[in-house]
Nanobody
Framework: QVQLVQSGGGLVQAGGSLRLSCTAS????????VSWFRQAPGEEREFVGG????????YYADSVKGRFTISRDNAKNTIFLKMNNLKREDTAVYYC???????????????WGQGTQVTVSS
């Protein structure tokens, strides 16, 4: 399985932007569907969005649609999650995950990044 290393995240005011990165090693990320999940304290891990391997089609949860964008840089073997117009309710630990298809549920992911904290203040 491919290994995933995340970077980015941090503290931002509401309305601001952040970009998370998910870089693969031990494999070509172009061959995988990749999703982003997030988990807030006391909550279950939820699907944020994903990008498939075949045509780079993207999928988003309703809660982030229009604000978050997932993209791929094959030369850097990296997937990005650009988050705009952040809200307090976006505060969570964000994880990238890879699978042979776009992982829509945590149990369908084969590899996980280490997670990165995103905190949105008012």
């Amino acid at each position: 399985q491919v290994q995933l290393v995340q970077s980015g995240g941090g503290l931002v005011q509401a309305g601001g932007s952040l970009r998370l990165s998910c870089t693969a090693s031990g494999g070509t990320i172009r061959s995988y569907g990749v999703s982003w999940f997030r988990q807030a304290p006391g909550e279950e891990r939820e699907f944020v969005g994903g990008i498939n391997w075949s045509d780079d089609g993207t999928y988003y949860a309703d809660s982030v649609k229009g604000r978050f964008t997932i993209s791929r840089d094959n030369a850097k073997n990296t997937i990005f999650l650009k988050m705009n117009n952040l809200k307090r309710e976006d505060t969570a630990v964000y994880y990238c995950a890879a699978g042979f298809c776009v992982p829509a549920l945590p149990e369908t992911a084969g590899s996980w990044g280490q997670g990165t904290q995103v905190t949105v203040s008012s």
